[in-house]
């Protein structure tokens, strides 16, 4: 029998992060949708004590490991993904109107507005999830990408440049279930280029893309 105490350091809620006075989406909504995003840091927080306690007490084949392990990847992205979100929220109001993103995005799309067009499009499929601007990290192409709940549909290797979150609890606060095209536009006012450009840039630089 091993420790049974876990060697990962646990995650702290990023409060740096939290939005402020943004246009259109209320501080009602981001307070209810922050709580969600404490949420998940305590279960990847929790998920990790634990499957290090199953494992030093040699019961990985048991019901209760493979329950644990089956929410790991659910639980991280869960975090992680709302990290990015709440990262490159800010009042804006401005479209990208220059630098080396612009240059990538007009390469793999055109231009702005048909990559805007496409990501908005990407947002508004008929599932919960996240719409996420992805760079290969190889070639330093752009795609957009829907994500299913937090994990199915997201690109190993691939880095996040911008991330929108369409579940339900990202508006049902300001509108009905039916209004997420009105938060999908809120959304694109509130966009932080400068942080998608310093996320974007770091791929450029052979380096992880920073979250925080
Ligand atoms: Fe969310």
């Known amino acids: 029998m ?4 876990s060697k990962l ?5 990023r409060e740096e992060l939290k939005p402020e006075n943004l246009f259109d989406i209320s501080a009602e909504q ?24 199953l494992r030093d007490a040699g019961e990985v084949g048991g019901l209760v490991y493979a329950d644990r392990r089956r929410r790991y990847g ?13 990262g490159n929220l800010k009042n804006n109001q401005n479209d990208l109107e220059t630098g080396d993103l612009l240059t990538a995005m007009t390469r793999s799309f ?11 499009a990407a947002a508004k499929s008929r599932a ?3 719409a996420i601007l992805y760079a290969d990290t190889t070639t330093g192409a752009l795609t957009n990408h829907f994500i299913a709940e937090h994990g199915n549909g997201n690109v190993a290797g691939f880095s996040p440049v911008l991330v929108l979150d369409v579940w339900e609890h990202a508006y049902m606060v300001d509108h009905l279930a039916s209004g997420r095209g009105d938060y999908i536009a809120a959304f694109m006012k509130n966009i932080d280029w400068d942080k998608a450009q310093e996320r ?13």
Do not use: C
């Open 74 to 86: 659910f639980e991280y992205n869960g975090m992680v993904l709302h990290e990015y979100y709440f």
């Open 9 to 13: 350091p646990a995650y702290d809620v």
């Open 200 to 212: 974007y840039e770091a791929v450029k630089a052979g380096k992880i893309t920073p979250r925080f």
């Open 128 to 130: 919960i999830g996240w």
């Open 2 to 5: 091993g420790s049974t105490t």
């Open 30 to 53: 981001i307070d209810d949708h922050w709580n969600l995003y404490k949420g998940y840091v305590k279960q990847v927080n929790t998920l990790n004590e634990e499957l290090v306690k």
């Open 110 to 120: 055109g231009s702005y507005n048909t990559w805007k067009k496409d990501f908005e």
